[in-house]
């Protein structure tokens, strides 16, 4: 994931990813064996129809089209694969060790070669080097510091299900990430750190045994000095780091960066256009749209506004129907660390835009391994233990 830009054949084109998507979705179905259900069959049938009906009648791009349509597959069959596998802990394990490896790698070649994300983006590289942000590999430091953060989730809460196996190494690279992060100087991401921090502070107080105190001074105490740390280390991460971000990206914008406007105008295209909220106007033809009704020629930048444009209430409803597993799988992973990222994930996606995430596709099925640690039944030295 954090080198997936750099693969980009152009801008109007899916990332090289998709080939790898289909690899490993043939590898799955025919060499695996897992098959999906006729049911699931048919809701991928009806909302690939109503895609095509959509793309087809509003004019949009076939090879977005037959893009989402294989993305939307191989969250699918990920999801399947996943919930087979008995060894969930130590999958995800290596999913941290992996990918917060390669993304701390990848900021170091940034640095040490700066024009990498720019190979195919020239556009891009006039604009990100005007603005002096930092982004990585990925070319949009909102998108990189989307990856940062991903990556400080699953450390954390690796950390946080006491995980000791090179835990001192995984302590450095999250310092090392979180400090890179703010090189974005984006302001989802300063706020996302805050939750990530209070987030922490609630799932380590409750790894916490309070009753192992026999005195309840000590307990008192010690909570106490619980409260007083994570309250002096929160005052410290505002006033030191996201408050000069918020300074340096508001001085000619405002705090959603011209967001807000935009959404205001999706909405303003959906009350000229209601037909639209049926079945959509096919995946990533929204800006198409947008530039002939309103004259604006501009992405949603918001993943769920993204959805509800490209896809209607039909195909929203099919995708639902679709991914119902993950909702389970969500509202049983409420105590566990892993939560934090859905939290991050949801609301990181306010500012993106999906059409241009090829990460999120991978992130998703992810939530399947989070229940670790959550009642679970599968024998690990290195479980999480929930007090209330």
Not at 83 to 98: A, P
Not at 215 to 220: H, L, Q
Not at 289 to 306: C, D, R, T
Request: net charge positive; glycine share 4%; aromatic share 14%.
């Amino acid at each position: 994931m954090p080198f997936a830009s750099i693969f980009k054949i152009s801008g109007s084109l899916p990332s090289s990813l998709i080939i790898l998507f289909t690899i490993y979705i043939i590898h799955i179905l025919f060499q695996k064996n897992i098959q999906i259900k006729k049911i699931d069959i048919l809701y991928l049938i009806l909302f690939t129809l109503f895609q095509f009906i959509s793309t087809t009648f509003y004019q949009g791009s076939y090879a977005n089209f037959l893009s989402f349509i294989l993305n939307v597959l191989f969250m699918k069959v990920c999801i399947l694969s996943f919930s087979k596998y008995n060894n969930k802990t130590k999958i995800l394990y290596n999913c941290t060790y992996i990918f917060s490896s390669a993304m701390g790698m990848s900021i170091i070649i940034a640095d040490v070669f700066p024009g990498i994300p720019y190979i195919v983006s020239r556009d891009k590289q006039a604009l990100l080097m005007s603005i002096n942000r930092f982004s990585g590999l990925n070319a949009d430091p909102n998108y990189y510091s989307q990856l940062v953060l991903v990556a400080v989730c699953l450390i954390i809460a690796s950390l946080l299900l006491k995980m000791k196996k090179s835990s001192l190494i995984l302590m450095f690279v999250c310092l090392f990430l979180i400090i890179n992060g703010f090189r974005s100087i984006s302001k989802s991401y300063a706020l996302s750190i805050i939750v990530i921090l209070a987030t922490s502070l609630y799932y380590f107080r409750n790894s916490i045994n309070f009753n192992s105190f026999n005195s309840k001074f000590k307990r008192i105490l010690l909570s106490l000095v619980f409260i007083n740390v994570g309250i002096i280390s929160l005052i410290f991460i505002v006033k030191k780091l996201v408050i000069p971000v918020f300074q340096m990206r508001t001085e000619t914008d405002d705090i959603l960066t011209g967001r807000g406007d935009i959404w205001a105008d999706y909405v303003e295209l959906l009350f000229i256009k209601p037909e639209i909220l049926l079945i959509g106007v096919g995946f990533s033809n929204d800006a198409n749209i947008l530039s002939q009704e309103l004259g604006i020629y501009m992405a949603p930048h918001n993943i769920f506004l993204e959805l509800l444009v490209g896809c209607g209430v039909f195909g929203l409803l099919l995708l639902l129907l679709l991914f119902r597993e993950l909702f389970k799988y969500v509202k049983n992973t409420i105590k566990s660390p892993y939560f934090m990222l859905i939290i991050i994930l949801l609301f990181t996606s306010f500012g993106l835009s999906l059409s241009s995430n090829d990460a999120f596709y991978i992130l998703v099925p992810l939530i399947i391994l989070f229940r670790i640690g959550v009642n679970s039944n599968e024998k690990t030295s290195d479980n999480y233990t929930h007090t209330s």
